[in-house]
C-alpha cells in the first residue's frame, strides 16, 4: 500500500533563517506530488506541484521554492524566512487514472508540518 | 478562474441530527469533485470522489451527492466521532492537474 510520509511535524524558526521541509511517498510510482499551505481557519493554498523528476509548476510568487531530486521525493525550500510564511504545510500525492491514464486521481495527505515564524 | 464555496462554514449537531453541507463550484468543465475529512492538526483524509451528475457515493453515515452546479455533503444520525472539518475540491478541465479547495465546513457533534 502506498504511504506518504512528511517531517518535520512542527519546526519554530527566527525570521530570515532557512527552511527546509521533506516529503517522501511510499507503494507508487511517478507520482504527481504537491505542496499547500493551510491558514488557520482557511482554505488549501496551493504552493508548487510537480508531475515528475525536475519539472515543478510554481501557483504563488513568493520566497518559497520547490525541488524534486527523487520520482518520489518533494521538497520545500526557503533562504530567508518571513513571518507570513508561517502556517500548516502539507504534501500531497496524486496518481494518473482512468482511460489512457488520461485524469489525475484523488490527493492523498501527509500528516502536516506546523511551521511558525517568530 | 475556478471557485469553491462551501456551507455553512461552521454547523453544530447533536448526536442523531442528521444536516446537509453544501459545496457550490463554477468551473469550465469538472474533471472530478472530491470530499475530504480533516482533523484539527492533521491532514485532511480522502472520503469520495464524485465526477458527474447524478451520481452518489456512500461510507457509513455520509453520503455525497453531485449536481451540475453543487455538491451535498448528507451526514445521516451523526455521532461525536464525526466531528471534524469537511473539505471540498474540484479539479476541472482548464486547470490539469490542479485541485481547488473551499474554505470548509467545521462540524461539531455534542452528544
Known amino acids: 500500500s502506498q504511504t506518504i510520509h512528511q517531517w518535520p511535524a512542527t519546526l519554530v524558526q527566527p525570521v530570515g533563517s532557512p527552511l527546509s521541509l521533506e516529503c517522501t511517498v511510499e507503494?507508487?510510482?511517478?507520482?504527481?506530488l504537491y505542496w499547500y499551505r493551510q491558514a488557520a481557519g482557511r482554505g488549501l493554498q496551493l504552493l508548487f506541484y510537480?508531475?515528475?523528476?525536475?519539472?515543478i509548476s510554481s501557483e504563488v510568487p513568493q520566497n518559497l521554492s520547490a525541488s524534486r531530486p527523487q520520482d518520489r521525493q518533494f521538497i520545500l525550500s526557503s533562504k530567508k524566512l518571513l513571518l507570513s510564511d508561517s502556517g500548516f504545510y502539507l504534501c500531497a500525492w496524486s496518481v494518473m487514472t482512468g482511460k489512457g491514464l488520461s485524469n489525475i486521481g484523488e490527493l492523498f495527505f501527509g500528516e502536516g508540518s506546523r511551521l511558525t515564524v517568530l | 478562474e475556478d471557485q469553491v464555496t462551501q456551507s455553512p462554514e461552521a454547523l453544530r449537531l447533536q448526536e442523531g441530527e442528521s444536516s446537509s453541507l453544501n459545496c457550490s463550484y463554477t468551473v469550465s468543465g469538472l474533471r472530478g469533485l472530491f470530499w475530504y475529512r480533516q482533523d484539527p492538526g492533521k491532514g485532511p483524509e480522502f472520503l469520495f470522489t464524485?465526477?458527474?451528475a447524478g451520481e452518489e457515493k456512500e461510507k457509513k453515515r455520509l453520503k455525497a451527492t453531485l449536481t451540475k452546479k453543487e455538491s451535498f455533503l448528507h451526514i445521516t444520525a451523526p455521532k461525536p466521532e464525526d466531528s471534524a472539518t469537511y473539505l471540498c475540491?474540484?479539479?476541472?478541465?482548464?486547470?490539469?492537474?490542479?485541485?481547488?479547495f473551499g474554505a470548509g465546513t467545521q462540524v461539531v457533534v455534542t452528544p
Open positions: 464524485l465526477y458527474s
Open positions: 475540491a474540484v479539479q476541472s478541465t482548464d486547470s490539469w492537474g490542479k485541485f481547488q
Open positions: 510537480s508531475v515528475g523528476i525536475g519539472q
Open positions: 507503494g507508487t510510482s511517478n507520482p504527481n
